[in-house]
């Protein structure tokens, strides 16, 4: 009887054993299953992390096979991504993806858009993902406050659409006419009170999560960028918020550390073919070199453009050298800005994450480096950028 009993008690730790290891092989995660009606088979599908402030790579593509598509992976703790079709085409959704098995329905619907290629989706239903609820009712602010946009925009339609055609029109007088009316100052004070709520809303929805991974995720999915005002809203987190990782992104981004006086972060500049050229080749004889980031879309960027042009007439001969980076993410729009502009220097694609080394939030944005590559000056404009080198 006790041979028995001991046999049992030996297979049964066995099996224990068995199960514990098979425990520790199979490592948990997530399995996106989406079945988007509309999506010819073939189709590309990209998973990009999102609401890091950052131009993401996708983590994993995939192909749609049988009008559905499958990722799998694993995830070190909830993380929000952006579901698209791979390449240039525009449009997607956001997922909020746990360790667990979620399906994704819906429907989408390709249309072009001032010569791009779009897709609509609609009717997007997630199922399995608990924390993409939790997601969907904490972010719902969002739809109220694009309420009360449309409605404060709708009431002072006209006014607004008055003095933008006098402005189109470049008729000063009727513009300053209309500025400076009641209708006007209406406009003026809805705008204000409703970026005021904008402001309070934001502000208490993060303090009421402020003691977990929330509080930082909701600052990075609510705020497009960031200014040096909200590291007061990142300081009242909990420590336990600010350790996550959400909320180390958001340190990184608050408190980034200085390049000035070290080499610089990153040298990599690929040209249209895909080839390096080398940062020595183009400082080779120069006391200086200034690494410009802009866009084509960045009006302000191609306002300063003339004027770069003039300085860099000065200083060409006497050891100054300029290197333009688009932070573009569309080749096309890159090549053909690049095109209207004739840059007489360097100009090239960030191809391979420049701005986000050099943790570029806003553009333009000059860099002053010496012939060796080290950070002189950082986050520079044109008329600084001028006094530094003088």
Same mark, same amino acid.
């Given at each position: 009887?006790?041979?028995?009993?001991?046999?049992?008690?030996?297979?049964?730790?066995?099996?224990?054993?068995?199960?514990?290891?098979?425990?520790?092989?199979?490592?948990?995660?997530?399995?996106?299953?989406?079945?988007?009606?509309?999506?010819?088979?073939?189709?590309?599908?990209?998973?990009?992390?999102?609401?890091?402030?950052?131009?993401?790579?996708?983590?994993?593509?995939?192909?749609?096979?049988?009008?559905?598509?499958?990722?799998?992976?694993?995830?070190?703790?909830?993380?929000?991504?952006?579901?698209?079709?791979?390449?240039?085409?525009?449009?997607?959704?956001?997922?909020?993806?746990?360790?667990?098995?979620?399906?994704?329905?819906?429907?989408?619907?390709?249309?072009?858009?001032?010569?791009?290629?779009?897709?609509?989706?609609?009717?997007?239903?997630?199922?399995?993902?608990?924390?993409?609820?939790?997601?969907?009712?904490?972010?719902?602010?969002?739809?109220?406050?694009?309420?009360?946009?449309?409605?404060?925009?709708?009431?002072?339609?006209?006014?607004?659409?008055?003095?933008?055609?006098?402005?189109? +029109? @470049? &008729? %000063?007088?009727?513009?300053?006419? #209309?500025?400076?009316?009641?209708?006007?100052?209406?406009?003026?004070?809805?705008?204000?009170?409703?970026?005021?709520?904008?402001?309070?809303?934001?502000?208490?929805?993060?303090?009421? +999560? @402020? &003691? %977990?991974?929330?509080?930082?995720? #909701?600052?990075?999915?609510?705020?497009?960028y960031f200014t040096p005002e909200q590291k007061e809203l990142f300081d009242q987190l909990s420590q336990k918020a600010k350790d996550s990782y959400y909320g180390k992104v958001v340190a990184a981004e608050l408190y980034p550390p200085s390049h000035v006086g070290r080499k610089a972060p990153s040298l990599a500049f690929v040209d249209q073919q895909q080839q390096q050229v080398s940062f020595a080749s183009m400082a080779k004889g120069k006391r200086y070199v200034i690494i410009d980031f802009w866009a084509s879309w960045c009006g302000p960027c191609r306002k300063a453009v003339p004027a770069l042009k003039n300085y860099y007439e000065e200083i060409a001969g006497k050891g100054v050298e300029i290197i333009s980076v688009s932070i573009d993410k569309k080749e096309a729009d890159w090549v053909k800005a690049n095109n209207e502009e004739k840059f007489p220097w360097h100009s090239f694609l960030d191809r391979q994450g420049l701005a986000d080394a050099y943790n570029v939030k806003a553009i333009p944005a000059m860099f002053l480096l010496d012939g060796e590559g080290k950070v002189l000056a950082e986050n520079l404009m044109l008329d600084s950028l001028k006094a530094r080198i003088k």
């Open positions: 009887m006790k041979q028995v009993l001991f046999k049992k008690v030996i297979f049964v730790t066995a099996v224990l054993a068995l199960v514990t290891t098979l425990s520790f092989q199979q490592t948990p995660g997530y399995t996106i299953t989406g079945d988007i009606k509309g999506l010819p088979d073939g189709t590309g599908i990209e998973l990009l992390p999102s609401a890091t402030h950052k131009n993401e790579k996708p983590v994993a593509v995939t192909t749609v096979k049988g009008g559905k598509f499958v990722f799998t992976g694993a995830a070190g703790g909830p993380r929000l991504f952006f579901v698209k079709i791979a390449g240039d085409d525009y449009g997607g959704f956001q997922l909020m993806v746990d360790n667990t098995a979620i399906h994704v329905s819906g429907v989408t619907k390709a249309f072009a858009e001032n010569g791009r290629r779009n897709h609509e989706f609609t009717e997007i239903k997630v199922t399995g993902s608990k924390v993409h609820d939790e997601y969907l009712a904490k972010t719902s602010l969002r739809s109220r406050l694009d309420k009360l946009y449309t409605a404060y925009n709708n009431n002072n339609k006209d006014i607004f659409d008055q003095v933008q055609e006098a402005n189109n +029109n @470049k &008729d %000063t007088v009727l513009y300053n006419q #209309l500025v400076a009316s009641d209708a006007y100052k209406k406009f003026e004070r809805d705008e204000k009170a409703f970026f005021d709520t904008v402001e309070v809303s934001i502000r208490k929805l993060i303090l009421a +999560n @402020k &003691d %977990t991974w929330w509080g930082p995720f #909701l600052m990075l999915d609510q705020y497009s």
